[in-house]
């Protein structure tokens, strides 16, 4: 990389961490709080309206959105042009959620489902007003003004969240809470980002997006149906509790995972973007990405699912101690999500959309099939089977990697392999200290977490693992980290 776009790099990166380190701090305590207030059918019957609540966001987060990141010589009328179009589709796609909201309600059989569905269908005609200005931050490889936002919506939506969940609204808290980040959010990036829109607009402009645009955005929608569509088939076959329990083991388990590879892959789609034509940078970007992102991932996953059960007792309680084994089993797949992630990111940074769809529409294919082998077992079969297509899918988003700039997926195991390892090894020595004998679950996650850090820390140095050896010799990660936060 050159030496500014390496700088504007670490920055984002570490702005990046900080977002992910605080807001995800600050919604796991707000969750926690929560899950402690209210019980797993509350929490289920807002499952139950994710899928459609989520497709509709994506018609804002995915396609034109992602278009404008990557054409390098994106206009004010684009951007314009994008800005209003937005807005149209937000009301259009709230209007549609409103008169649904009866269908919904019926097909769950949960007539609290109609007056939900209006109240949530609120959220996608705000963010409809501040997408453009948070596409192009993340264009500017910016993430400041986005750090501060998130946080602030996080903490103030949170707190009204749990405070109505203490004085007794239940489920309605939850809606609340969804509905004040967005609107606070929104606020918040049209005080804090400079871009402003003007009074132009041109269909021109949106049909040359149009190409790579409604790839993306199709791509986006198979995603998000599929990504709940777990939630729309337990709701309906199971209980509201049952399919609270999954709800509240993926959002235990699946965060660590996604955030950091959000995170990652937020800041490498512009970068990758703007190196586009140099295949030999994009590998050795690809390489020094993956292997960042396991070095963290790698400890996350096996320590979690080790500490799981004195997790969940101490801080959800034992009504909650159900989802256990589900969160063991979504921590083998929140190891292969940031594989994707990054695979995935390349495609798009090189504009190959078309592949990007027909990947995403063989994976959903798999699910598909999965969903149709296990339910009748359950719903840890059903999660077995997920971690299966997770597997196939990786592959699949690697194959073209190699083809592309040559980094196949053996090549991109090797790397991972040693990683991996140490990991397990951490894993090993979690699982022993488990044991032991301690006077409460307190003192047990107290005791595996802290042993946890040292000896993985200790087994990177002892192996001296590449990826962390440099982190820690040039110490740029806790520089930045530290200045941006005072920066604050």
């Known amino acids: ?263 990652v892959g937020r800041v490498t789609f512009p970068v990758f973007s703007s190196i586009q034509d140099d295949q030999a940078r994009l590998k050795r970007g690809l390489k020094k990405a993956l292997t960042t992102l396991v070095l963290v991932n790698f400890p996350m996953m096996v320590g979690l699912a080790v500490i799981v059960r004195p997790l969940v007792l101490v801080l959800l309680t034992e009504k909650w101690a159900e989802c256990i084994p589900y969160i063991q089993l979504f921590c083998i797949t929140g190891l292969l999500y940031p594989l994707h992630v990054i695979n995935l990111n390349l495609l798009q940074a090189l504009g190959r959309s078309e592949l990007f769809l027909r990947l995403e529409i063989i994976k959903k294919v798999l699910i598909v099939i999965n969903i149709a082998v296990t339910w009748r077992w359950g719903i840890t079969a059903m999660i077995c089977g997920m971690i299966g297509t997770s597997i196939i899918s990786y592959y699949l988003n690697s194959y073209y990697t190699g083809k592309l700039i040559g980094y196949p997926i053996n090549e991109q195991l090797e790397d991972m392999f040693i990683y991996l390892i140490i990991a397990s090894l951490m894993g090993i020595a979690l699982y022993l200290v488990g044991l032991l004998s301690f006077p409460n679950n307190w003192s047990m996650l107290l005791a595996e977490v802290l042993i946890g850090i040292s000896v993985y820390v200790g087994l990177c140095r002892i192996f001296r693992l590449g990826q962390f050896m440099e982190l820690w010799r040039t110490g740029w990660t806790r520089i930045a980290i530290f200045k941006a936060g005072v920066a604050i």
Do not use: H
């Open 1 to 263: 990389m050159t030496d500014s776009l390496r700088s504007k790099t670490i920055r984002a990166l570490s702005w990046s961490f900080l977002e992910a380190v605080w807001l995800q701090g600050v919604r796991f305590v707000i969750g926690i709080i929560l899950a402690r207030l209210l019980f797993p059918d509350q929490f289920g019957l807002i499952g139950m309206l994710w899928i459609f609540i989520a497709v509709a966001q994506s018609f804002l987060d995915s396609g034109f959105g992602a278009a404008l990141i990557q054409k390098t010589d994106a206009t004010i009328i684009d951007t314009c042009s994008i800005f209003y179009f937005n807005i149209v589709v937000g009301l259009v796609a709230a209007g549609l959620l409103c008169l649904a909201a009866p269908w919904i309600a019926a097909f769950y059989n949960q007539p609290i489902l109609a007056p939900l569905t209006r109240a949530l269908s609120l959220t996608i005609v705000i963010n409809s007003f501040s997408m453009v200005q948070g596409t192009i931050l993340t264009k500017q490889i910016n993430f400041k003004i986005q750090t501060k936002v998130s946080l602030i919506a996080s903490v103030l939506s949170g707190t009204i969240g749990v405070t109505m969940a203490a004085v007794g609204f239940g489920v309605w808290s939850l809606v609340v809470q969804q509905i004040s980040s967005a609107l606070v959010g929104t606020l918040c990036l049209w005080f804090f980002a400079p871009w402003r829109p003007a009074l132009i607009f041109s269909f021109k402009s949106l049909r040359e997006m149009f190409r790579f645009g409604s790839r993306m955005l199709a791509s986006g929608l198979l995603n998000q149906i599929f990504n709940n569509i777990y939630s729309l088939v337990i709701g309906k076959l199971f209980s509201a509790a049952d399919l609270g329990l999954f709800t509240r083991a993926r959002t235990l388990a699946e965060p660590p995972s996604q955030t950091l590879s959000g995170m």
